[in-house]
């Protein structure tokens, strides 16, 4: 039985008799080929990397794996079309937090055609991707006082600036409202998520070194999606938010021709600075409480 | 007495009557405030980093050193002209070889007027700016054959797409004849000028690492330079090389504002996996010819 994604955050959304992607209970993921030809330029990256025996072993867990594609009845009721099959990656989780960030300072690439580049440039400066090196394309975060999610409108996150990406950043690791704008997000749970042996800036950093010198495919248009699940922390504690870094959407992969990306690597340089000056500013802030703990009367 | 430089690879010259650097006997060089309010820019930009307390002390020596601005004679012959006054980077060499390499994907940025915008992009997507995250705007190799300098056409250097760019770096550091065609470069200087633990790779990896963190300046279209002397490396062996690397071009850098220059970085990472290249082929060669000789007659 294929549904609806429950913890979709970006992309094309199956609902009103749209095109989209599907999940069934076993964890799978399926995503129709778009019409042009990017569905299966996607379809053929995914052949093309599961098999690449130059892709260390340690970077595959990176990635959604891949299941081949399938016939299966879309969801615009245009009856049995071939879709990309891949692991559902937020299916081990009961509420996720789930954000999708866009990484590269450009969308287009060289050879597209005048009419593309001219709409990813157009956007480009729109919002945050030339600016930064990536924006964020969509967020949630779970509100375990409300029980809830709590998900900011496209429109709105795509009109973001560098002070409300910062923000965005923070509110996503917090556990005070979300809707209440007066509110400071608290960074409850940025050591937990960002932070540690397991953490995302851990993840990001194995993805740097690879980027480094991997020459192999320039990732045009990717996105990182990070996952977490913040009420596993607040009932285990440390180790418990099982944060996920995974790289999607491949649509606009090109072959490296032993060049580095050095489009991707700049942006996800600059996305790993904001993780890091996010994680400092929480062990000043614990610094100072304890500081004040030891000065206290 | 201010004269025309000998050794400048890209940029305005000063000659048939035009305004350009010039330089003095004792090891200055005298760049003139262009027209426009790009030349007071890159005054303000060496007057700020000159002083700038948060730029680490190590990082200084890859910055051209700064004596203030000076009104001197122009070489257009229009009097006296404000110059920004330097360290002449070549000075310190009778020979030397010199490559000007322009770092980013992107010589525009954010808040460019459309003209400029247009300008830039054209000629970004025309090099390899976009597709190496940097271009070689120009260089000089000494050709001790011959006792003369090799210098390729501006317009044929502009020109170069990939496979060029990395005949030309390994050209640069090479003792055959730059003029033949047909003799494939022999990297001769390469261990010597971008390896070792004074050479190009370990004085980029420096600067990567400074790239990495610091939020202080984007240095929009700024070039590094790269020097050196072919005859001492044939006199002295090993450590003669003197390669040095320096950045210059700095009218169009921007305030940081607390993000990383995701475009400088990229492209840096680039040059440097170019570098790393050469680097592993020369030593690939090297065991090649050992293991020859092990195993020969």
Redesign the interface.
Known sequence: MLKVPKHQVAGHIARDGKLGPLVNDEGQFFKPLQGDSRGQHEAEFYESFSSNKNVPHHIHRYFPKYYGTQLVLASNGCGRLPHIVLDDVVSGYSNPSVMDVKIG??TWY?DVSEEYFNKCIKKD?ETTT????FRLSGFKTFDHQESSFWRPEKKLVLGYN?DSVRLALRKYVSSNSPTDSNSIPNCAFAFEVYGGSNGVLAQLLVLKAWF??Q?LYHFNSCSILMVYQNESILMKGGDGAQAQVKLVDFAHVLDG????D??F???L??FI?FIKDILQSVDQCNETNVSQLDNGP
């Open positions: 300072s450009r060289p400066k030339v600016s930064l090196g560098v480094e010198i020459t021709n032993g060049v580095i050095h489009n690597l700049g942006g340089c600059s600075k």
